[in-house]
């Protein structure tokens, strides 16, 4: 007997945009659902972005219901400052589903990149590539959403290799 399909969330987070990407896993099979990029209005203070990210990740959730989430982790950068933003950008994508009861699992970018593109070197055009060969209907997403798609698709694959462990 088959498992239901569930939906994951996939999301990139960011002050200036923040991708999400919803696909549908039925045993080994992907398919797309849904995915934009959410931007908040400039000129906003930090708190304010943040409260913009939170509520429209909300959105999200509501209007397509994941069973599961999974949040790309922050990379550090050579500014300490940026790299405190986007994690605070970050603990809103992770805080949103949270209230809302769905899990949420954490990737880091490297990881990200070697299991949709083979390698964590991978830059965004590849990733972008092989989101849109593994997920066809997907279309041509942003880079933004196509990130977050990757991160989506990667919680699948991770999903698979836990249950297949499980039964081993």
């Known amino acids: 007997m088959n498992a239901a399909p ?3 969330l996939g999301l990139d987070p960011g002050l200036r945009r923040t991708g999400w990407g919803l696909i549908s896993v039925e045993g080994s099979r992907l398919s797309h659902v849904a995915h934009g990029v959410i931007s908040p209005p400039d000129g906003l203070s ?9 509520e429209a990740i909300e959105g999200v959730i509501a209007a397509h219901g994941p069973h599961e989430a999974a949040v790309e982790e922050t990379f550090v950068n050579a500014n300490p400052q940026s790299t405190l933003k986007l994690g605070q950008a970050r603990a809103a994508a992770m805080i949103a589903p949270a209230r809302a009861g769905v899990p949420v699992a954490e990737y880091a970018a490297r990881y990200v990149k070697k299991a949709v593109v083979g390698t964590g070197a ?3 055009s590849q990733i972008a590539f092989m989101v849109a060969r593994l997920l066809p ?3 041509s997403p942003t880079a933004d959403a196509a990130d977050a798609l990757a991160v ?3 919680h699948a694959g991770a999903r698979r290799s836990a249950a297949l462990r499980s039964v081993a």
């Open 6 to 8: 569930i939906r994951i």
């Open 152 to 154: 989506a698709i990667t």
């Open 137 to 139: 209907s997907s279309g």
């Open 46 to 54: 930090l708190a304010e972005r943040l409260l913009w990210l939170f």
């Open 122 to 124: 991978a830059d965004k």
